[in-house]
């Protein structure tokens, strides 16, 4: 039916804490939310169950990110979708290779009002099959882009600059956010730690602690401490922890001292 209301799944790993704007659906009676689930998993499933006419997709998710979701349901039987991301680098690449739209986190309620009427003016007019057809260019891009980043696009005081990989010492998790240490600057971005380590070349970057990543170029010193652990020295000076649990791997790396 024409004037029925179209059927919305939430697939967020923040559930709705991460689509906070999602309240905006409460006055909304053209959109019914059949759904939420935390995971890639689920979303396969219940994307699968529901057949949903809508799903905001969150791209990095448990188990299988968004664009592993996609794949899994195969174009043909998508529905409408909006991506959902912290992190820039993935939204922003979301809308160049054609995805039907996007919600940069945090969002306002205005991005999330006009995503939904975007999706609602797709959903009833002749123009479906396009986002399938941009979606279907979206995932083979991705099937073809390079594994590991070699540059960061950073979203500050209403600018996007751009970070060379090469530039960072050290990484440092602060929560939901990291600061890249590069010597002169340590900007912030939305990413977890362990995100942002799946995206870097393990040949460059390796992870020494729970909450600290390091460019192993820029390791001067190794330095064996009482407990087990290790105190890496980098040649700006900064000192870090090697804990015990990140000690084998990274020695195994670098291999035996001469």
Known sequence: MKNAPIRALIADDESLHGLSAVA?????????????CGNGREAVA????????LVFLDVQMPEMDGFAVLES????????????????????RAFELHALDYLLKPFDQARFKDAIKH????????????GRTQISALLESIKNKPQY?????????????????????????DDK??????????????????????QLDPKKF????????????????????????????????TKLT?????????????????
């Not at 409408?80 to 820039?88: D, N, P, S, V």
């Not at 992870?207 to 700006?236: C, T, W, Y």
């Open 206 to 237: 390796r992870r020494v602690h729970r909450s600290a990543i390091v460019n192993v170029g820029r390791i001067k010193e190794l330095q064996p401490l009482f407990s087990g652990e290790h105190s890496i020295l980098l040649e700006d000076g």
């Open 24 to 36: 905006a659906f409460a006055d909304n009676h053209d959109v019914e939310i059949v759904g939420e």
């Open 46 to 53: 219940m994307i699968k169950k529901q057949n949903p006419d």
């Open 149 to 173: 980043l070699d540059r960061l696009m950073i979203k500050a005081a209403g600018r996007i600059t751009f970070l060379s990989i090469d530039e960072i010492n050290w990484i440092e998790a």
């Open 119 to 130: 999706a609602k003016e797709r959903f009833r007019s002749e123009r479906r099959n396009e």
């Open 177 to 198: 956010y990291v600061h890249l240490h590069t010597g002169k600057i340590a900007p912030m971005v939305r990413q977890t730690l362990s995100a942002m380590e799946t």
């Open 242 to 258: 090697l804990s015990r649990n990140y000690k084998d791997k990274l020695f195994e790396f670098l291999g035996k001292p001469l």
């Open 73 to 92: 349901i195969g174009t043909e039987r998508l529905p409408e979708i909006i991506f959902a991301t912290a992190y820039e680098q993935y939204a922003i």
